[in-house]
């Protein structure tokens, strides 16, 4: 008795987060292709126009879905970073949920985030899923973007210097990436490397319909969108983008070498040490650890389990933009004129002894600003 219960229990949990995502993805596909950004603004109504945004981008991170901790991780990672350029959204994108426990922790995943894209497909390694990615896209997605991205969950991506690679590069038929194998340079010899590629929007839509693709799914799914677009003589506008692409050193052969400057991105970090040398490198923690807020930081942290950073940039109307995972949030101390950094720090306290560890106690926000 109890048993059917949590059973019916889950499966109305399960329509209504259906009925969310539906509504999440549908309310606007019937809109004419392209859609000014204020309006894309007020359909998310999460992250407020950028007015300076020359494109759009769709970073689809490829993970599995009991990868709850990495998706956390992640979030992070892409919510510090921030670019002017471009409107950047961040995606994990998944295959059919199996089980309760996914069932229930992506649900709230998506409730707190609205992230998470669940595709109708399995999770076998070549067995479709680049394929439903791409193909899915232009149904679900309420606007279209100029590009979009495939990455992989173990690769670091600097959103900056990525947004800045792609704005002088032609909005169409282009195919973007790290070209394999290892020592080519040559960007028609042969596919781009799963870690993080990029195809314009007309070839998304391409291989949505196409035969060519359609028909050749199985297989290592990086290599066939290389095959798919040679096949169809698609892509004229290929780019390498080595050396500012590459696998951890050490980690890769000749597809490996030392971390740069330059970097766009950084793939097979498999270990915590390599991530927690990367963010270094790039100086991703440097803005708090020299900045005066670190004490009270600290206080806070004794007081609260998780905190949760934003890096913000100054908007226009008295907003400050977050970074792709954060909302917005009034920030009377953001001006035109002001264009230091801001942060937004945001955390949520939960109490000590609380029975459930989602329970989400106490909402605080302060912004400070550094010169
Ligand atoms: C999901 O995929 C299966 C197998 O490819 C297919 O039979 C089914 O119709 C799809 N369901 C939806 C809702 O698209
Ligand atoms: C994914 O789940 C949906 C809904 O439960 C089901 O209709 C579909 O056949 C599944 N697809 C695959 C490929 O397993
Ligand atoms: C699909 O591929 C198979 C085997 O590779 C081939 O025999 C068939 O003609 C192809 N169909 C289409 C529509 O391209
Ligand atoms: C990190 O900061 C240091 C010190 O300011 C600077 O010398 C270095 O170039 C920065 N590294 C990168 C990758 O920007």
């Given amino acids: 008795m109890l048993g059917r219960q949590s059973l019916l229990a889950s499966l109305s949990l399960l329509a209504m987060l259906l009925l969310v995502f539906l509504i999440l993805f549908s309310t606007h596909s019937n809109s004419p292709l392209r859609i000014p950004n204020d309006e894309i603004a007020a359909i998310n109504n999460l992250v407020p126009a950028d007015s300076h945004a020359r494109f759009t981008l769709l970073i689809g991170i490829f993970t599995r879905p009991e ?4 998706r956390h991780f992640l979030r992070l990672i892409y919510g510090v970073q921030s670019t002017s350029l471009a409107r ?10 199996s089980g309760e426990e996914q069932r229930a922790f992506v649900a709230l995943e998506i409730l707190r985030f609205r992230d998470v894209v669940i595709l109708n497909c399995t999770e076998n390694m070549n067995s479709g899923k680049t394929h439903t990615y791409f193909s899915s896209l232009p149904g679900i997605l309420p606007f279209r973007y100029d590009y979009v991205m495939k990455a992989d969950d173990d690769v670091f991506l600097r959103l900056a210097p990525l947004a800045a690679s792609l704005e002088g590069l032609p909005r169409r038929d282009l195919y973007y990436g790290f070209v394999i194998p290892c020592p080519s340079m040559n960007p028609f010899v042969s596919y781009m490397s799963g870690m993080g590629f990029v195809l314009s929007w007309d070839l998304v839509e391409w291989i949505g319909r196409s035969r060519i693709a359609a028909n050749n799914t199985y297989g290592p799914e990086d290599k066939l969108v290389g095959q798919w677009l040679d096949m169809g003589k698609k892509a004229k506008n290929r780019f390498n983008n ?12 000749r597809c490996s070498h030392e971390l740069i400057p330059e970097t766009i991105a950084v793939h097979r970090l498999k270990k915590w040490e390599q991530w927690v040398h990367v963010l270094k490198f790039f100086n991703v923690t440097a803005g708090l650890e020299h900045s005066n807020i670190i004490g009270s930081l600290n206080r806070s942290l004794a007081l609260n389990e998780c905190a949760v950073m934003f890096e913000t940039e100054t908007g226009d109307g008295g907003q400050c933009r977050s970074g792709a995972h954060g909302g917005s949030l009034p920030c009377t101390s ?13 955390y949520t306290r939960r109490q000590r002894g609380a029975r459930e560890p989602t329970q989400l106690h106490q909402k605080l926000s302060m912004t400070r600003s550094f010169v």
């Fill in 242 to 253: 080595k050396p500012a692409m590459y696998d951890y050193p050490g980690t890769n052969g």
């Fill in 88 to 97: 950047v959204d961040v995606k994990f994108i998944l295959c059919n949920l």
């Fill in 67 to 70: 990868k709850y901790e990495r």
């Fill in 334 to 346: 953001c001006t035109r004129r002001h264009t230091s950094v801001l942060y937004c720090l945001v």
